[in-house]
């Protein structure tokens, strides 16, 4: 569970309903229409940007702002050194036996193990990364989109209750409530893509960022293991991918 996302989401939406019950009329902030046009035109406009299958593996994808466990860099490389270990004490096909947990670091080891070139390897590798990366921008741009049509969609929404009101000025004493629903459209168009859909994206954007060094770590250990550099090598370059502060945590 990611304390910080759900920090963020409760902080942000907490910060807007207390603004909006200091104001004294938070009835006046609810309106069943209004979030019907802004939620049902975002998703239908998203249907209609993306295929059916991104939209829905995206909105999995999205869970993981709230339910993704980071991985811990120095773990990785305390196995993967202790992988080196074990090839230079016993031998390569040694690996076959040990136990990992991760499926890319796994399928690396699996392929030396099998007598693989060290090009094939890392070739294979390389294009599981490029992949993967792509599949994170689709989920990346789906919220995106949605952080866009969000607000888009609240002003359509005004535009509509502005209509409605000019068309019926003969009560004037009408035009005042009829002008604060037409403006919440605006208002939930703004806080739906601000509070929710755009962070989501930005947060997705850290997760692949962390996911694509933890797995460019492993191709270069990988890559040591198939050379069979001695194991404080191989931790050494390894460390090369941390910051100063993660260096010194490990030393």
Known sequence: MDIATLIGLAGAFGLVVTTIFMGGNAAGFIDIPSVVVVLGGTFAVTFVMFPLGVVINAIKVGMKTLLFKSNDPLEIIRLITGLADTARKESIIALEKVAIDDPFLKKGVML????SSEGLVRSVMEIELEFMKQRHRQGQAVFKGMGTMAP????IGTLIGLVNMLSNLSDPSSIGPAMAVALLTTFYGAVMANCMFLPMATKLEERSTED????????????????????????????????????????
């Open 112 to 115: 030396v193990v099998d007598g």
């Open 212 to 251: 694509v060094l933890f797995m460019q770590i492993m191709i270069e250990g990988v890559s040591s293991l198939q050379r069979g550099d001695h194991p404080s090598v191989v931790k050494e370059k390894l460390q090369a991918f941390l910051s100063p502060a993660l260096r010194e945590e490990s030393a």
């Open 152 to 155: 888009a969609f609240g002003m």
